[in-house]
């Protein structure tokens, strides 16, 4: 499998055939999910807890520390994916219309090149 050849609805029945497996569905609340995405998302911090931005960076060229974040980053996917099944979002559909809001309330013309609130001087 690779994020080119392998849609958003493979990776659900993925997640959703584990879960049912271990019929652990019965756990799967909306509230019990979103803390467990919440706490994996905390261990997928604390791999770059302290670092300066450019080691951060260089997480990338360890072989070890990139499989344990790519194991958590795999983990807070796994929850959000059984999140959205829970709820029965279409991600690709709340993404995309995100995207356009968030297009709106941050114009490139604006925010270019910053990180933050544009500058109020600016047109």
């Not at 919440?38 to 604390?46: D, F, R, T, Y």
């Not at 060229?61 to 958590?72: L, M, N, R, S």
């Amino acid at each position: 499998m690779s994020d080119a050849e392998t849609t958003v609805a493979q990776l659900r029945q993925i997640v959703d055939a584990f879960v049912a497996e271990r019929d652990w569905g019965q756990f799967h609340t909306p509230k019990n999910l979103a803390m467990s995405l919440a706490i994996e998302a905390a261990e997928l911090m604390e791999h770059f807890q302290w670092l300066t931005p450019e080691q951060s960076w260089q997480a990338a060229a360890d072989p070890e520390k990139k499989q344990a974040i790519g194991e958590e980053l795999s983990d807070v996917f796994s929850y959000l994916l059984a999140l959205a099944g829970a709820l029965k979002l279409d991600l690709a559909s709340a993404l995309e219309a995100k995207m356009a809001k968030n297009a709106e309330k941050y114009p490139v013309e604006h925010y270019r090149g910053l990180f933050g609130p544009a500058d109020p001087n600016r047109p």
